[in-house]
């Protein structure tokens, strides 16, 4: 099958027992990894690692880098890495599962850091455009090719326009990495579903994070020509129940399937592989073959350029 016809997953964090942030990745860790990705219904995806120290960050980035590299099949099914983080809120809510003592303003400076130890594998970054001064991280990285995301954050309206006018055009996850409780109208979600430069809009269908029946909601406010299906998951994606790691995160996986924090206050990513998410599409929201594959291959591909 022709690459260009597979599902594209823009945010993996790991999956099968492996963890894409771990000190001691292999080459033969990600080649397993890819192996169950394909096994369980995806095709390729963007290798993610999340919020941390600026130089632990760095060190995980050209790790991954490096493992990447070192192998064709992986390369065939991790041709890129997305960065989310550390360029985020650290407020609780909106920071999720990411360390908030490491959540820091954008710095272009340490973006390009970021983006050297990656060897030309950044693909993508997740950032607050609220964090970004005048918004020269946002520059920086879209000057370069980099699909350049908010996510984990609280712009105003304002702030979104300028941020899409600097080359921001995608929304990371929208629905969640925001506070259980928002106020009724003049919210993150409102605001990115009513941003016309927002060209892309990613979710995560995993009937998890969000009920599929809102989820549909947003769907549909977002338009099929926006919405791109992520599975965001972590090493603890097709495992079933046990512990797992996401960086320096311990992961928690229920009878449920569900991923929460130790704390059980937060969910830490999704268990699922792309499998599970198009049945949670056709069948939680009864989109069509067609429009499926335009949420799995073709929006996320388009969003690449690949």
């Not at 309206?157 to 899409?164: M, S, Y």
């Not at 919405?227 to 495992?239: K, L, S």
């Not at 989109?287 to 291959?297: E, G, K, M, N, Y």
Request: glycine fraction near 12%; include cysteine.
């Amino acid at each position: 099958m022709q690459a260009a016809s597979l599902p594209f997953d823009l945010q993996l964090n790991g999956y099968a027992g492996i963890d894409f942030a771990a000190p001691d990745l292999s080459a033969a860790d990600l080649r397993a990894a890819a192996e169950r990705v394909r096994a369980d219904g995806g095709g390729q995806a963007l290798a993610t690692v999340i919020t941390d120290a600026l130089p632990v960050l760095e060190a995980r980035i050209a790790r991954l880098a490096d493992c990447i590299r070192a192998d064709e099949v992986v390369r065939a099914t991790f041709p890129g890495i997305h960065v989310e983080g550390p360029f985020i809120r650290s407020d609780k809510g909106f920071v999720g599962a990411h360390p908030p003592e490491h959540a820091v303003a954008a710095d272009a400076r340490a973006a390009a850091a970021l983006v050297a130890a990656g060897c030309g594998l950044v693909r993508m970054v997740t950032l607050a455009p609220e964090r970004d001064r005048d918004q020269a991280t946002i520059r920086y990285l879209a000057d370069r090719g980099i699909l350049v995301a908010a996510g984990h954050c609280d712009p105003s309206r304002a702030e979104l326009d300028a941020a899409t006018r600097a080359g921001l055009t995608a929304f990371t996850h929208l629905g969640n990495g925001c506070p259980h409780i928002l106020p009724r109208h003049d919210n993150i979600i409102q605001r990115v579903l009513a941003c016309r430069g927002m060209r892309w809009i990613t979710f995560i269908p995993d009937g998890v994070h969000v009920p599929p029946w809102v989820l549909g909601n947003y769907v549909r406010a977002a338009g099929l020509d926006r919405a791109i299906a992520v599975t965001d998951a972590t090493g603890a994606g097709g495992m079933g129940p046990g512990r797992f790691r996401l960086g320096s995160r311990e992961v928690i996986v229920g009878e449920d399937g569900a991923a929460w924090s130790e704390d059980r206050t937060h969910l830490v990513g999704s268990t699922a592989g792309m499998g599970q998410v198009c049945r949670v599409l056709a069948d939680g929201l009864g989109l069509s073959p067609a429009d499926v594959a335009r949420l799995t291959v073709e929006n996320p591909r388009a969003a690449l350029g690949v």
